[in-house]
């Protein structure tokens, strides 16, 4: 989340530097003298040297750093410096407040180990064609891209909404591109599909407040961009259709809500259950991925994620302090208000729900509590997919993180049952 520029006077890339340099040290302590107050009460030294030297036992040993880059962001800094390790490349995130004190920190994944690359052409030969248009009409409008299939129509259509985090209209994860798969599958099979930049990752700038939550990150985006498809000629407004992936397939009941002009919902990877209680579910699961015990460096950074959740649902933080993944905390209450289940029953529209049964994220509890509210519903059809993973894409063995830096596709078998049920409609 990027926010306004009044302190260009704080050197955040000095200060990152200078963090990382004491943690390379073990000066753990200097570290949190660096902390602002309600981060320190948060990750106090003992915790950061709990999850510091929890890493060369996950991704092998520090083979150096990047440059750092840093962006305005909430009266403050956001600093990030890549992080080169023998087995991942990660990034280290720093928020720098205008006193000049770390308010926050994460280390990631990066998102790529190199440039990803555009997406391919269109063959001439295809049976639909791509053009680009706008999400909205006025400065604050979404570049995205609206796959259109060849002929008279008018055509059924669906919106993609994207899964948490600042998204490309592709959904780009390391080499994977699943919504640029899903829109020219559905397209190749006479369904329209519009996707488009995610406005964290276009417009970050729109944050700058901090007091957001996700309606502004995601429903409202969303909803517009049912009205855009709505409106182009040779789409049939009776039939716009949104898929949403993960967090998207979350607020997809919401949306539709919103719009009043959704014909029905495509849920991949949804959860059914708060996000808050997935992630700490998701650290617990994947500090076993490697060795199947949790080591005490591991289950430290754990109680300290449990502790930020508990800060974040206290009533009395501020909003604005920066809790989960560096995130307000009101944006994760907004959050937690969302009862997917409720507010897709409120709606009786048509569901399809999909899930892979490889998915180390959204797993079996949250497609468990999908089935178990609408199993009886005749509008409400089902499909597990043994092999795939979050992405809807198929592997082998148990799920892991590593798989998402290979290049695969979308699972032909998935776009084919969504056309199908799409076109059913």
């Given at each position: 989340?990027?926010?306004?520029a009044h ?5 955040g890339?000095?200060?990152?530097t200078r ?6 040290a ?6 949190e003298?660096?902390?602002?107050a ?17 890493l ?14 840093s962006?305005?962001?909430?009266g403050g ?5 890549p992080?080169q390790?023998?087995?991942a490349?990660l990034v ?9 004190k770390?308010a926050?920190f ?5 998102q790529?180990?190199?440039?990803v690359p555009?997406a391919?052409t269109?063959?001439e030969?295809?049976?639909?064609s791509?053009?680009e248009?706008m999400?909205g ?6 570049p ?7 002929g008279?129509g008018?055509?059924?259509a669906v919106?993609?909404v994207?899964g948490s985090?600042p998204?490309d ?5 390391g080499?994977?591109?699943p919504f ?5 599958g ?10 488009y930049?995610?406005r ?5 700038q729109?944050f ?6 996700v ?7 969303a ?15 009776k039939?716009?259709?949104v898929?949403?992936h993960?967090?998207?397939?979350m ?5 539709a809500a919103v719009s ?10 949804a ?6 209680d997935?992630?700490?579910e998701?650290?617990r ?5 490697d ?5 005490d ?12 959740v508990?800060v ?6 501020d909003p604005a302090?920066?809790?989960v ?5 009101g ?18 529209l048509?569901?399809?729900v ?5 998915d ?7 497609w ?8 009886a519903d005749?509008k409400v059809?089902?499909k ?8 809807g894409?198929p592997?082998?063995?148990d799920g ?10 979308v699972?032909?078998a ?6 199908g049920?799409i076109?059913?409609?």
């Amino acid at each position: 989340m990027s926010l306004p520029a009044h302190a260009q006077a704080v050197d955040g890339k000095a200060i990152a530097t200078r963090a990382l340099d004491h943690m390379d040290a073990g000066e753990y302590a200097q570290v949190e003298a660096m902390f602002s107050a309600d981060m320190a009460k948060a990750v106090p030294a003992d915790k950061l040297k709990a999850v510091w030297e929890s890493l060369p036992a996950q991704v092998g040993k520090a083979n150096g750093r990047g440059d750092a880059e840093s962006m305005p962001q909430d009266g403050g800094t956001m600093v990030q410096v890549p992080l080169q390790f023998e087995k991942a490349a990660l990034v280290a995130k720093f928020v720098i407040d205008a006193d000049g004190k770390i308010a926050g920190f994460m280390i990631q994944p990066a998102q790529a180990a190199a440039p990803v690359p555009a997406a391919p052409t269109v063959a001439e030969d295809a049976n639909f064609s791509e053009r680009e248009v706008m999400v909205g009409d006025d400065d604050r409008a979404l570049p995205a891209t609206l796959a259109l299939p060849k002929g008279d129509g008018p055509f059924p259509a669906v919106v993609l909404v994207h899964g948490s985090g600042p998204h490309d209209r592709d959904e780009t994860i390391g080499p994977n591109k699943p919504f640029l798969d899903i829109a020219r599958g559905l397209a190749a099979q006479g369904i329209a599909v519009l996707r488009y930049e995610k406005r964290t990752k276009a417009r970050p700038q729109d944050f700058a407040s901090g007091v957001f939550g996700v309606d502004e990150e995601t429903t409202n985006d969303a909803a517009q961009a049912v009205a855009t498809l709505r409106g182009i000629d040779g789409i049939d407004p009776k039939r716009v259709f949104v898929l949403g992936h993960s967090q998207g397939g979350m607020m997809a009941p919401r949306i539709a809500a919103v719009s009043g002009h959704v014909a029905g919902l495509v849920l991949l990877a949804a959860p059914a259950r708060s996000l808050l209680d997935i992630v700490i579910e998701q650290n617990r699961r994947l500090a076993v991925l490697d060795d199947q015990k949790t080591s005490d460096a591991e289950r430290d950074a754990i109680t300290a994620l449990i502790q930020q959740v508990r800060v974040t649902r206290d009533a009395a933080t501020d909003p604005a302090t920066r809790t989960v993944m560096g995130l307000p905390a009101g944006y994760w209450r907004s959050i937690d208000s969302v009862d997917p289940v409720a507010e897709a029953k409120s709606l009786a529209l048509p569901m399809l729900v999909l899930q892979g049964a490889r998915d180390i994220q959204v797993v079996d509890a949250d497609w468990q509590a999908w089935r178990g509210a609408f199993h009886a519903d005749p509008k409400v059809s089902f499909k597990l997919y043994e092999k795939l993973n979050h992405l809807g894409m198929p592997g082998e063995g148990d799920g892991n993180l590593a798989e998402y830096q290979q290049p695969n596709h979308v699972d032909p078998a998935l776009i084919e049952d969504v056309a199908g049920w799409i076109k059913a409609r």
